[in-house]
């Protein structure tokens, strides 16, 4: 669960000083040398990248621990391949400790230092269970066999014991019906809700410390190893962790409510001493974009303190310092991320920036307290582990842990110049954006344009490593991404402005951004596509509806009929929170549906929508469509099996965006230059291996994993929370 948490101080000076600038750049990004003999970045790329996380420092400080996932080309499934390494914290000795076919991931160190705990599905059955080794090598051993397996775990302070969250397995009826295919299910009842145990490592048993009628998650034990702090909910539902509370239990299964609050409360976390605990809390109920307030408790109860109630950013996971003096956290701030930290004496922050321009995240502060280890991944560089030394409120220079993906330095992949831009909207506000250059971008050319509304509505693009903008920018298009209203990373105002007008303002700043580019002259007012997904498919749903003014236009996930949407997404509360319920305003419901002005169209339009997806169900994809061929308009509609809310199958996220090249160059009368097309189609990977050119592509044709129906005249084509990661892991 993720949620987002604001505060207003120094945020609320970054934001006027914004807002003093209008139609400006910010500094450039990834401006490596375009030699003549760099390659380009391919959609078979994006899927190759490795991916480095869960970082963990070892109690001497010595060394961290992390996960490295890397793709299995020679696997059937082209899964990912994912295990447990370690390297010394000023970047050498970087060794793989874990091996093996079953995936090894949250890896955590024992108190002493001599040993380490993973989940893995290695266990018989292939359920995750939960694995110790000694660090210094040497087979692993099986701790748990906990039926069913288990999800969270983490180590007690003092060693002696493994906490753990498992889910709730199916009765022996249950299991017996199931098997039988005589298991009609009741919506909203009988839900298998995930509770907590502790293994006591010296006896070898397992006790259940939980039980009843809801589901927790982010256990957190105290530091005398006596009790845990968790989050609970009424049920699994998506929308109920909206509905949030902290309890508290002890190693006897006595447990009580911590806080009592209208609204969610999340991120419990003790302080050094055990005498505070801290947690990220909202007051508002309900599934709601308020950002949420750092509240500090007493451990035995009492009234919180509220620090930093002006805060004007998210809040995020807090993290204490070791001497309990300040909490700190990261959240997004514009195009980037930073690093904040709160003083608990003055209530003054004492930083408020981090080591590296661009993502970064996953942080990590040393027992001593002396440096940080962190993810950070900008336009021109993927994502990695660096470490960075802690000097006064700021910090010493960077050093690189992890190199994950040489290749993209060794084989000299050319990338697009990047940098954030800022204009100003129809209400004389300034609105920002990410703009990706083309790889042969020359001032006083206009190119191609690509315009990208990200999803949320609440999230925002970065300053991060877009292998899919670098792969549009090799084939000579111009890139904009925008942060229009409704984006977090800008103030509680500019979160909360696309209440009730979804399409109104947000249009409006996208929009102004297409002129900012055009009047620039870097882009060609003639030459313009969009695509977006979740959000950003609604937006280009949207945006298909209110313009004549691109060539084509590609929804993907997107909402296209509120009044539906209401009664069949995952999520109907957070859809309640912008425009309450269809049979109380059904007006505006109607009115800011995309499908009540499908008469409109007038660009090609390429829709694309996962077969399984719970958030913005297809029948939405489907709604649209058949509106657009029963008006004879220029549509497709690519539907991708087994998928959800995301394209996660690698051979469907590569035809994604082979079908996005193809499709965008075709309209355009341009040629591909990273991928095969026959058609404004791409040509496809058989599977076979043989007569596959450099690119992978062996014949025209679509995949057989692919449902394409085809247009009308007959060419075939393809964060919040409406939000989906729906560029790839690397980014």
């Known amino acids: 669960m993720i949620i987002y948490r604001t505060f207003v101080v120094i945020a609320l000076t970054v934001i006027v000083s914004m807002l003093l600038v209008a139609q400006t750049t910010i500094a450039l990004q990834s401006e490596a040398p375009q030699e003549e003999n760099r390659r380009l970045m391919t959609a078979w790329d994006t899927q190759n990248f490795t991916t480095v996380g869960s970082p963990r420092i070892s109690p001497d400080d010595q060394w961290v621990l992390y996960t490295q996932s890397v793709r299995d080309w ?131 048993e397992s006790k259940r410390l939980t039980s009843g009628d809801f589901t927790i998650s982010d256990p957190q034990w105290a530091p005398d190893s006596s009790k845990i702090a968790y989050v609970t909910r009424p049920t699994p539902k998506v929308d109920d962790s909206s509905w949030s509370d902290v309890w508290v239990v ?35 109920p309900g599934n709601t974009q308020w950002y949420s307030k750092l509240h500090l408790f007493p451990a035995d109860g009492g009234e919180p303190i509220i620090m930093l109630d002006d805060f004007d950013l998210a809040f995020g996971q807090p993290m204490w310092a070791r001497d309990g003096r300040t909490i700190y956290w990261s959240t997004g701030q514009g195009t980037v991320t930073n690093l904040f930290g709160v003083d608990l004496d003055s209530g003054e922050l004492t930083i408020r920036r981090a080591p590296m321009r661009g993502a ?13 280890v962190f993810s950070h991944s900008d336009p021109g560089r993927p994502g990695n582990l660096w470490v960075a030394t802690r000097e006064g409120d700021g910090f010493g220079p960077a050093v690189q842990l992890t190199d994950a993906n040489p290749w993209v330095e060794q084989e000299e992949v050319q990338l697009g110049r990047v940098e954030s831009v800022r204009w100003t909207n129809s209400d004389e506000g300034t609105i920002e954006g990410v703009l990706t250059y083309p790889v042969d971008f020359h001032e006083g050319t206009r190119y191609p344009l690509i315009v990208n509304p990200h999803g949320g509505p609440s999230g925002a693009s970065m300053e991060s490593f877009s292998s899919t903008n670098h792969m549009f920018a090799g084939n000579g298009f111009l890139v904009l991404q925008i942060n229009f209203r409704g984006s977090s990373n800008y103030g509680q105002e500019h979160l909360n402005a696309n209440q009730d007008n979804w399409g109104i303002r947000d249009y409006d700043d996208i929009m102004t951004g297409v002129d900012y580019v055009t009047e620039q002259g870097w882009a060609d007012p003639d030459r313009m596509v969009a695509y977006g997904w979740s959000y950003g498919g609604y937006m280009t749903f949207w945006m298909s ?52 002005h499908a008469n409109k169209v007038t660009a090609r339009i390429l829709i694309m929508h996962g077969a399984n997806d719970e958030r913005v169900p297809p029948e939405q994809a489907v709604e649209f469509y058949k509106a657009l061929t029963d008006l004879g308009k220029d549509v497709s509609f690519v539907r991708y099996p ?64 692919a449902v394409d129906i085809e247009l009308l005249h007959g060419e075939g084509l393809d964060c919040g929370i409406f939000e989906v990661n729906c560029y790839l892991k690397d980014e």
């Open 360 to 372: 970064n995240g996953q942080w990590q502060l040393s027992h001593d307290g002396n440096f940080w």
């Open 74 to 204: 020679d696997d059937d499934e082209l899964d990912r391949a994912t295990h447990i390494w370690r390297v010394r914290t000023d970047g050498t000795d970087r060794r793989r400790l874990t091996f093996g076919e079953s995936d090894t991931g949250s890896p955590a160190w024992f108190p002493d230092g001599s040993k380490i705990a993973f989940a893995s599905g290695r266990a018989e059955g292939e359920e995750t269970q939960i694995f110790s080794m000694y660090v210094d090598g040497g087979e692993a051993w099986q701790v748990t066999e906990h039926e069913g397996g288990v999800s969270q775990f983490s180590i007690a302070p003092d060693g002696g014991k493994i906490l753990f969250t498992a889910r709730d397995p199916l009765s022996e009826e249950q299991a017996r019906r199931k098997k039988i295919h005589d298991d009609a299910e009741v919506v909203d009842k009988n839900f298998q809700m995930t509770h907590l145990w502790f293994f006591d490592i010296d006896s070898g």
């Open 250 to 284: 002890d190693l006897e299964g006595n447990a009580e409510l911590f806080y009592e609050n209208e609204g969610p409360d999340a991120s419990p976390r003790w302080s050094p001493d055990g005498n505070t605990l801290a947690m990220a809390s909202k007051p508002q």
């Open 642 to 705: 087994r998928q959800g809310h995301g394209i996660s199958e690698p051979r469907l996220a590569m035809d994604r965006l082979r079908r996005y090249v193809c499709a965008f160059t075709d309209v355009l009368g341009m040629e591909a230059t990273t991928e095969q097309c026959d058609g404004g189609v791409p040509m496809v990977d058989t599977g076979d291996g043989e007569n596959m050119d450099d690119k992978g592509m062996t014949e025209v044709g679509l995949p057989e994993s």
């Open 545 to 596: 509806t209110q313009t004549d003014r691109f060539k084509l236009i590609s929804p993907g996930a997107g909402l296209s009929n509120l009044y539906s949407m209401y009664s069949t997404t995952d999520i109907p509360a957070y859809l309640g929170w912008f425009f309450g319920t269809p049979w109380d305003n059904e007006d505006i419901y109607r009115q800011l549906s995309p499908i009540r």
